[in-house]
């Protein structure tokens, strides 16, 4: 059976993606600003997401940046959840069920997947991105490559 969210989403998905954030971001380089237009242009072009939006690393925690969906937790420890591992090992964290995540923070109860990938530009930890779905195991391997790509966008045309 052919996969329309797979097609919509796989490889030209993401290479259509990644020229859309190019040319969103071509004339500002603000962080803020563009962190914001990121976040609405994931929320809205990728399926199944009930949240999108970023985390700022401020000492040694993560405070609320911009982001599409419902309220959210504001303060997050580097010790704690799905965004603290991210932010405390750099390393993008794929969960296929944040309910067996020890330490997971449930902002919304109707998350049950995340992608969270660090920012990081130079060696700083500038902060992370936040992905939340319904569904579980919503996040693929090829997802991940291509969200971690339309980070280095984001980071290539912002001022952080
Ligand atoms: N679930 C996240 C917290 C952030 S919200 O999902 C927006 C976590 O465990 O880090």
Known sequence: MIDLQQIAQGRDGYELLAAQLEALLADERDFIANAAQFAALLFHELEGLNWAGFYLARSEELVLGPFQGKVACVRIPFARGVCGAAAR???TQRIEDVHA???H???DSASNSELVVPLVKEGRLI????LDSPSL???????QVGIEELVAIFLRLSDC
């Not at 902060?127 to 936040?130: A, E, F, I, S």
């Not at 195991?137 to 997802?143: N, P, V």
């Open 89 to 91: 090992t750099r390393q």
């Open 101 to 103: 995540f020890p330490g």
């Open 105 to 107: 923070i449930a902002c």
């Open 127 to 130: 902060g992370v991105l936040d």
């Open 137 to 143: 195991a919503r996040f693929s391997a090829q997802d």
